[in-house]
């Protein structure tokens, strides 16, 4: 009994990160290309660093031949490569390495994590537009406007920041309403707006035109600003 628990230990352990067995599916491999990289690592661990077809089909249930086509397959996907090594004696010997298969899992793990960031950015983004729309509008928007901030931003594609932007302009305009703050941002979208910069100039530029357009030609040299109606254009 002893000298089995003896054995059992002298297996070793291997050390595998538990994001391999939550991703391998995202990384397109199945649980029989996975349980042969494993077995391709237990053996590295052991020293055997170039196991053969028939070595590794021995721990599985596949076929020597289903394995060495497996083996193929994980080189030609990236998931495994054969490399050059030298003994102390300088002899030159072939060795598997799973490096390719930690890149690939590290390179989806930052994928995901700058998705997650993205996404909980985005929505603080929306939480704060909701915020600045209801503290404007001195209450609690309605289903019906909620749903319209969700369209500018889910349908029409429009930044938060733009949308701000739009408030401010309607907030400065006297014309408090989301008839209006559509209107500003269809006009936006229709002229390329995409940034807060070119919001600010547009609106500007708009202004003196009205500017130009209302006053007699005498008094257009200094005008007062008027703020440009979006509903009427």
């Known amino acids: 009994m002893k000298s089995n628990v003896i054995a059992w230990l002298d297996e070793g352990n291997i050390t595998v990160p538990s994001l391999l067995f939550s991703e391998y599916r995202n ?16 053996f590295l661990e052991k020293g055997n660093y170039f196991p053969t077809p028939e070595e590794l089909s021995r721990r599985m249930t596949i076929t020597t031949a289903e394995c060495n086509d497996m083996l193929r397959r994980l080189l030609q996907r990236g998931f495994l490569e054969i490399i050059d090594q030298y003994s ?15 890149e690939r899992l590290v390179e989806l793990f930052l994928v995901n994590h700058q998705l ?7 929505k603080t983004e929306e939480m704060d537009l909701y915020t600045c729309f209801e503290k404007e509008f001195g209450r609690p928007l309605s289903p019906f406007e909620c749903e319209s901030l969700a369209m500018w931003m889910d349908d029409d594609h429009h ?7 739009a408030l401010r302009e309607a907030v400065m305009s006297g014309k ?32 003196q035109k009205q500017v130009q357009k209302n006053l007699p030609k005498e008094e257009a040299h200094n005008p007062s ?3 440009y109606n979006w509903l009427e254009n």
């Open 27 to 42: 990384l397109n491999l199945n649980e029989t290309e996975l349980v042969l990289l494993l077995n391709i690592l237990t």
């Open 88 to 102: 102390n004696d300088g002899i030159r010997f072939e060795k598997y390495s799973i490096k390719p298969l930690w």
């Open 116 to 122: 997650q960031v993205q996404e909980t950015s985005k």
């Open 159 to 165: 930044d938060p920041v733009i949308i701000k932007a």
């Open 176 to 207: 408090l309403n989301f008839r209006y703050i559509d209107r500003i941002l269809f006009e936006w979208k229709k002229n390329g707006i995409k940034t807060l910069d070119q919001a600010k100039n547009h609106g500007r530029k708009f202004r």
């Open 225 to 227: 600003v008027p703020f």
